[in-house]
């Protein structure tokens, strides 16, 4: 076993090579500075991310990313616009803002900040589901997602490594109308993310998850 103590895990905005250290300290980062993230430094990271596996190997998956200033005001402007004009968005982002408990309360004032100033992330990478064959359009059932999923918890861990803060959102499901023409996304591809990206304004560390002894069944289904 290797010598990692997860109870002495740091905070701070700094990168590692430790994976461990990586996966227990991969928290939701909300928060950007304007600092420029380097083409090298993208390409690095979503190759991370065509490491994963995939159904037969077959990689279908294509990642846009977005540097271009205009283009992500205009797509946190399509996001903030259809938010507020979806009482069923708005009222559960601003519901959540006010709960009791201090944790979720803090998970969406930081969700609903990121919804409003959406382009202060310096980047934005849109993992997409991708067929070449046209007869077999991606599908958006579980399985299909598996497919993709794990590409994108490569390149949340591997930006995290390289001190990069990153946030999955689904942001781009109910303006994938709006989007589609905007980025030119054709038909045989299905968005399934939209990921800010950028050097974080907080710092990585512990995260809040349930005991594993309350997850973990050994050899069969415990109630
Ligand atoms: C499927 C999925 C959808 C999510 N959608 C959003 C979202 O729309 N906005 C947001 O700010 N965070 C979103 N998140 C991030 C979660 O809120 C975050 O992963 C969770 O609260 C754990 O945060 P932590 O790692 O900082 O503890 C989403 C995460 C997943 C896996």
């Not at 380097?38 to 846009?64: C, M, Y």
């Not at 507020?84 to 959540?96: A, C, V």
């Not at 849109?126 to 918890?153: E, F, K, M």
Request: some cysteine; proline content about 8%; overall charge negative.
């Amino acid at each position: 076993m290797p010598d990692f103590q997860p109870d002495n895990l740091t905070s701070g905005p700094e990168g590692t090579a430790d994976i461990f250290e990586a996966v227990y300290s991969q928290r939701a980062i909300r928060k950007f500075k304007e600092d420029p993230v380097s083409d090298e430094t993208l390409r690095h990271v979503i190759e991370a991310a065509t490491k994963a596996p995939s159904g037969t190997n077959r990689q279908p998956w294509r990642f846009l990313v977005i540097r271009d200033s205009e283009k992500r005001s205009r797509i946190a402007e399509m996001i903030r616009v259809n938010a507020e004009n979806d009482p069923g968005i708005r009222d559960y982002f601003t519901e959540g803002a006010k709960s009791d408990d201090t944790g979720r309360r803090l998970m969406f004032t930081g969700a609903l900040s990121l919804l409003n100033h959406l382009d202060q992330a310096p980047v934005y990478i849109i993992p997409c589901l991708y067929w070449d064959d046209r007869q077999d359009v991606p599908s958006n059932n579980v399985l299909t997602g598996a497919s993709i999923y794990g590409a994108v918890q490569n390149l949340q861990l591997v930006a995290r490594a390289l001190g990069l803060g990153t946030v999955l959102t689904t942001f781009q499901a109910p303006v994938l109308n709006d989007l589609r023409p905007y980025l030119g996304i054709p038909e045989n591809a299905l968005p399934c993310a939209l990921i800010p990206l950028g050097y974080p304004d907080a710092n990585f560390g512990p995260t809040r998850r349930l005991p594993v002894d309350e997850v973990l069944f050994w050899d069969s289904w415990k109630d």
